[in-house]
C-alpha cells in the first residue's frame, strides 16, 4: 500500500526558506516521476514542480521558477522541495505524488508565508 508523508512546513515571513521533504514508500519509487502538489485555501491543487524517476530532469510552474528546486534521493525514497524567496502567494497545503498522480494522497504539509 502507497504512503507518502510529507514534512517540513510551518509560519516563514516573506523572503524567507523553507526545505519540505516526502518520504515514500510502498510503490517502486525510482521508477516514478515524482511532483510536489499545491493547494491554496478555496483553489484547486496545483502541479508546482516534477523531477523525472533518475532526478535529472524537473519541470517548474512558472509561478515557482527560479525559487524552487526540486530534488530526490532514490537511496531514500524521498523527494525534496527547496522554496527560497518566498511570497505570501505560496500559502498552500503542500503535497508529493507521482506525476501523474497517485489516487492516494498523504496528508500534506501547511506552508504559510506571513509576517
Known amino acids: 500500500q502507497a504512503q507518502l508523508v510529507e514534512s517540513g512546513g510551518g509560519l516563514v515571513q516573506p523572503g524567507g526558506s523553507l526545505r519540505l521533504s516526502c518520504a515514500a514508500s510502498?510503490?517502486?519509487?525510482?521508477?516514478?516521476?515524482m511532483g510536489w502538489y499545491r493547494q491554496a485555501p478555496g483553489k484547486q491543487r496545483e502541479l508546482a514542480a516534477r523531477?523525472?524517476?533518475?532526478?535529472?530532469?524537473?519541470y517548474y510552474a512558472d509561478s515557482v521558477k527560479g525559487r524552487f528546486t526540486i530534488s530526490r534521493d532514490n537511496a531514500k525514497n524521498t523527494v525534496y522541495l527547496q522554496m527560497n524567496s518566498l511570497r505570501p502567494e505560496d500559502t498552500a497545503v503542500y503535497y508529493c505524488?507521482?506525476?501523474?498522480?497517485?489516487?492516494?494522497w498523504g496528508q500534506g504539509t501547511q506552508v504559510t508565508v506571513s509576517s
Open positions: 523531477i523525472s524517476s533518475g532526478g535529472r530532469t524537473s
Open positions: 510502498g510503490i517502486p519509487f525510482n521508477r516514478y516521476v
Open positions: 505524488n507521482g506525476f501523474p498522480a497517485l489516487d492516494y
